[in-house]
């Protein structure tokens, strides 16, 4: 019976240690997530900033078809299924969802390469699915091309090069997995938000901008001549790499399904950022 008495209390001493052990993983392996979220994030809005700070009016004609584009941003054609990722909010009420959207953009900026003046143009975008139906992965990439000013017409970096990146994004180099959310939002001096609803009677609008329709509660647009917007604000919105590679071993309405209950992995990026080459006589 001591024997008996004496294994049993073995036993729940080991139970209980393993439990503490098993606590302990769990803790140290949602740190280690955290801070890899935590640290991709931060590169990438890294990268993003500094390719935004340098964009660069063009000067050139203020058309939508023959004009260089000094700054585009919308929102991507989503195969249909799925729509945007929508997620469900724990404890909000009346069944409250965030809305994930993601947006391909593009900056003009113009840079001495090797000392010769240049034409920079650079891109990002998100692949939602890889190439022959397989899971979705929310793939981010960014392509970039250079061309020098003299004898070359920067419209043609836009129209010639960036509409085939958009639509195929895995030309580009692969920044990271993951990339739910992304979007961007132009600013103009006054701090006001760059939309088609201007308030009636606002006089000190951007002239060189043409603007689309609104989409999931974003507005695209397209940037000419001397427009640029004075600030641009970039939200980023990362799942942690558990969720995602659960996420990558399901397909179809199951996956859209499994992240729709993942909202708290969902890591929101979202900085505020000045553009100092903005020329205030666009918007006079």
């Avoid at 469900?88 to 009420?93: E, F, Q, V």
């Avoid at 000190?204 to 509660?217: I, T, Y």
């Avoid at 659960?246 to 969902?266: D, E, F, W």
């Amino acid at each position: 019976m001591e024997v008996l008495v004496v294994v049993v209390l073995m036993s729940f001493i080991i139970l209980a240690l393993m439990a503490v052990f098993n606590s302990t993983q769990s803790a140290f392996r949602s740190s280690i997530t955290q801070t890899d979220v935590l640290e991709g994030g931060r590169s990438v809005m890294g990268l993003m900033k500094s390719d935004l700070e340098g964009m660069t009016p063009s000067f050139g004609v203020s058309n939508i078809y023959v004009g260089a584009v000094n700054f585009y941003s919308s929102v991507i054609t989503y195969p249909s299924p799925p729509s945007p990722l929508f997620q469900s909010l724990a404890g909000a009420s009346g069944g409250q969802q965030r809305t994930n959207v993601l947006e391909n953009f593009f900056i003009l900026s113009r840079v001495n390469l090797n000392g010769q003046d240049s034409w920079v143009g650079t891109g990002y975008a998100v692949a939602t699915n890889l190439p022959g139906g397989q899971p979705s992965l929310y793939s981010l990439y960014r392509y970039t091309t250079n061309h020098p000013v003299s004898g070359h017409d920067p419209a043609q970096i836009f129209t010639n090069e960036f509409a085939n990146f958009f639509y195929y994004p895995t030309n580009g180099s692969h920044l990271m997995d993951g990339v739910v959310h992304l979007t961007v939002r132009a600013y103009d001096r006054n701090g006001l938000w760059m939309t088609n609803g201007y308030p009636f009677g606002y006089a000190n609008f951007a002239r060189n901008v043409w603007f689309s329709g609104p989409a999931w509660g974003e507005v695209g647009f397209y940037m000419y001549s001397n427009t640029l917007p004075a600030s641009v604000e970039i939200q980023l919105g990362m799942l942690e790499d558990r969720t995602l590679q659960r996420a990558q071993s399901i397909s179809g309405l199951t996956q859209s399904n499994y992240l729709a209950q993942h909202a708290g992995q969902v890591h929101l990026f979202r900085q505020r950022i000045p553009i100092r080459n903005v020329d205030p006589s666009a918007y006079q």
